[in-house]
């Protein structure tokens, strides 16, 4: 059984740094596209960045470009996602999900990922 676990939410400093990391188990992380969610309170759940393995293709959205910085450690089937300049409004549940390895250089939406973790909740506050 594919299984997804989030780790490494917490609170930050505005300016400040988290990296989350997702293991992936039951079967090899490059076998699959890995994307990144977040909901923040009140709003609707938005892609961060999506990664495909084959050939390697990362997509972020506009307001995290040069802020958040996705990738993989095949070996450990890991995959991180590290946060950086944190901004209040980067607060909110964030998921790691997984897709058909092909599917995420279409398109970085929800509707194509199966399986998905339990999120971690980051809170930005000083």
Same mark, same amino acid.
């Given at each position: 059984q594919l299984r997804l676990v989030e780790?490494?939410?917490?609170f930050g400093?505005?300016?400040?740094?988290l990296t989350l990391s997702c293991v992936v188990s039951?079967?090899?992380?490059?076998?699959?596209?890995?994307?990144?969610?977040?909901?923040a309170p009140g709003k609707k759940r938005e892609a961060v960045g999506c990664l495909g393995h084959r050939p390697m293709y990362t997509y972020y959205t506009d307001s995290v470009k040069g802020?958040?910085? /996705? $990738?993989?450690d095949n070996a450990k089937?890991?995959?991180?996602?590290?946060? +950086?300049?944190?901004k209040a409004e980067d607060t909110g549940t964030y998921y790691c999900a997984a897709a058909p390895?092909?599917?995420?250089? /279409? $398109?970085?939406?929800?509707?194509?990922?199966?399986?998905?973790?339990?999120? +971690?909740?980051?809170?930005?506050?000083?």
């Open positions: 780790s490494g939410g917490g400093p505005p300016g400040g740094s039951g079967f090899s992380l490059d076998l699959f596209g890995i994307g990144w969610f977040r909901q802020r958040f910085t /996705m $990738s993989a089937d890991t995959a991180y996602l590290e946060i +950086t300049s944190l390895s092909e599917s995420v250089y /279409m $398109s970085c939406d929800a509707s194509q990922f199966h399986t998905w973790g339990q999120g +971690t909740q980051v809170t930005v506050s000083s």
